[in-house]
Each structure stands twice: as structure tokens, then as C-alpha cells.
């Protein structure tokens, strides 16, 4: 018998249609993935809710989101694909792992103190936030965990918090394994803007289900290399968010041909731009094609969620049960250790 694969586990907030920045910073990866480790992917809108969200619209964004990743590869045969608030144990869970989570820790969190210094009220969600990604990657005793740069210090501290709770409740085993980081290459994908990391609530992202007109409309304004004042005046295609996007959509001789055709200034932005547009379409095509027909059945959607959450709770009821067990509750009659 071949021995089992290691188990990763992938969490992405339902922020509605996925964009080139997280296709290729992740969701590409993910896909990959799935062929080599036995994958859980959960849509985390419990997550979601720790700023400020548009309540109305949760559920399209977490099924649109769902969307994304099936049409980008994702295949529900091999990866296990959910909704974090349809496996409540994510949170019976993370409740526990409070009693053993010093605040000290989650005060220091980088990403709190970014985000909690620009309200005036802070709410304790956004403090517990990363014992919740902490309960999502040890309710399913995952190996390994990819992750960006900005997620490190989370994933150390979920690290620090199955020490602690193995140290107390452990009865002398590890019983949550340590999870590692599954780094991948850095790809930090720029928003159109050239300013800051592409996101959705900056607006300078293109969607993978642009239009063919959308993509263009949204390439075509995008800031250049300043120096390119006219066609005739040489650019740098380092310091251009054009290029670096080329360089993931164009093929090696076109990156080239940029590179020649911008410092040696043989052709314009726009030229370059729509060399781009074309590729970018090009390779968005099929994901936007199965996205457009996955839109046509959110039955059928809804039913994979469905199947995914069956399979990840028939893990994380297990965890909650040992867990419990191990922390000396009461055990229901219903609710037995198998
Ligand atoms: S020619 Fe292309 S790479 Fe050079 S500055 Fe213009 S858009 Fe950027």
C-alpha cells in the first residue's frame, strides 16, 4: 500500500471573483498541489467577518469564490473544497485553543497591529483571528501549510500554539503534529496601479473573468516606466508592472522582444500593452469559460460545497472528539470517541 500523501491546507477569503494577483501568487500553486498532497481548501468567511463586510452580499462572494477555484483547476475528486462556517468545529475548536493562547502573543501579531491602529473600536475578532487559523490548519492535523511571506508569523504562532496545548493536554504525545510552511516562490503581484500588492479593495486588480474589453480597458491607463514621455525616448522594463505581468502571461521570446523593443524604444506603451492584453485574454480563456458555466449552476456548486464540508468534518469530528476527550469534557452519549 502506497504510504499516505501529507495533508496541506489552504484557507482564501471569500472576496468574490478571484484576480490574476491571487490566481498566481496561489490558487496556480494550489492546483499543482493537489496532484501531490492530499489538499483541503476552505473558503474561510468566518474570517471575513472580523472587519467590515457587506453582510448582504457574504454568501454570492463565498460562492463566487468557490467558482474561482473550480474553474482555475481546483478538482473536487482530489481536493477536499468548503466553506469554513459549514464545519462549525473550525470554531469549537479555536475556542479551546483560546485557553491556551497567551494575548501577548496575538498583540504582537504584525497584521493586528496594522489593522487595529486604524479603528477607533477593535474588535476581538481581529485580535483571535490567527487562533482560528490555527484551529482551520490543527482541526485537520496538516502537515503543511502554503504560505506567503505575510502569513509566516501566523503559522509560527499556530506552531506555538499545539506546543502549548500538547504540553498541557497532550498526556505526553504531540498530539498536534507542528505544522511547517510549504513556501513557495515569492510572487508578489503588483496592482495595475504599480503602488501597492494587486487587491480587491484597492481596485487595481484585473479579474479572471474579465471581459476581453475589460482586460483592455483596465491595461490600457496602467502607469509605465515615467522616462517613456514618447515612443522615441528609451525605457527601463525593470521598474514597469507591464513587464513583470508580461513575464508571466507572454511566452520567454516575447518577454525578450519587450525587453529589446522598450530600451532600444521601438515601439510604444500601448503596443506593449496590447501584446499583453492578448496574451493575458488568451491565457484566461478556458477559466473564464468554466466560471461562466459554473455561474449557470450554483446547484451544482452548492452540492460540491456540501460534499466537501461531509468529508472535512468527518476529520475535524474526530479531532473535536479526541480533542474534548483529551481536555477532560463530559463526553455526550451521542457523541462517542470511535
Ligand atoms: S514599453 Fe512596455 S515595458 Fe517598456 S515602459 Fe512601456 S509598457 Fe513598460
Request: hydrophobic share 40%; charged share 20%; proline share 6%.
Amino acid at each position: 500500500m502506497l504510504p499516505p500523501m501529507p495533508r496541506i491546507f489552504s484557507g482564501i477569503q471569500p472576496s468574490g471573483e478571484l484576480h490574476i494577483g491571487n490566481w498566481l501568487g496561489a490558487v496556480q500553486n494550489w492546483v499543482k498541489l493537489q496532484y501531490s498532497y492530499e489538499s483541503i481548501i476552505c473558503v474561510v468567511d468566518l474570517h471575513a467577518i472580523t472587519a467590515k463586510y457587506e453582510h448582504a452580499s457574504l454568501s454570492q462572494r463565498t460562492r463566487e469564490m468557490a467558482i474561482g477555484l473550480l474553474a482555475c483547476g481546483i478538482d473536487p475528486e482530489r481536493a477536499t473544497l468548503f466553506v469554513q462556517s459549514h464545519v462549525p468545529e473550525h470554531t469549537e475548536l479555536q475556542w479551546m485553543l483560546n485557553s491556551v493562547t497567551p494575548i501577548g502573543e496575538l498583540e504582537r501579531m504584525t497584521q493586528f497591529k496594522d489593522k487595529s491602529q486604524r479603528l477607533e473600536s477593535v474588535p476581538v475578532g481581529l485580535l483571535t483571528y490567527p487562533v482560528l487559523m490555527a484551529a482551520d490548519i490543527l482541526l485537520y492535523h496538516a502537515d503543511l501549510v502554503p504560505v506567503g511571506e505575510d502569513q509566516v508569523q501566523h503559522l509560527e504562532l499556530t506552531r506555538e500554539v499545539a506546543r502549548r496545548w500538547n504540553a498541557e493536554f497532550g498526556r505526553g504525545e504531540s498530539y498536534f503534529a507542528e505544522p511547517q510552511a510549504l513556501l513557495t516562490e515569492a510572487k508578489r503581484i503588483m496592482g495595475l496601479d504599480g503602488q501597492a500588492k494587486m487587491s480587491k479593495s484597492l481596485g487595481n486588480t484585473v479579474g479572471l473573468l474579465d471581459t476581453p474589453e475589460e482586460i483592455w480597458q483596465k491595461l490600457r491607463p496602467a502607469p509605465t516606466d515615467p522616462a517613456r514621455v514618447t515612443k522615441k525616448d528609451p525605457g527601463n522594463p525593470e521598474i514597469c508592472n507591464i513587464y513583470h505581468l508580461h513575464r508571466y502571461f507572454s511566452p520567454p521570446e516575447t518577454v525578450a522582444q519587450v525587453v529589446e523593443n522598450c530600451t532600444g524604444a521601438k515601439w510604444g506603451c500601448l503596443d506593449c500593452k496590447r501584446v499583453l492584453a492578448d496574451n493575458m485574454i488568451a491565457a484566461l480563456a478556458p477559466i473564464r469559460a468554466r466560471a461562466l458555466e459554473l455561474r449557470e449552476q450554483p446547484e451544482l456548486v452548492d452540492e460540491i460545497l456540501a460534499a466537501g464540508a461531509a468529508k472535512a468534518r468527518a476529520i475535524a469530528g474526530q479531532t473535536i472528539l479526541e480533542v474534548r476527550d483529551r481536555m477532560g469534557f463530559l463526553q455526550s452519549a451521542g457523541r462517542l470517541i470511535h
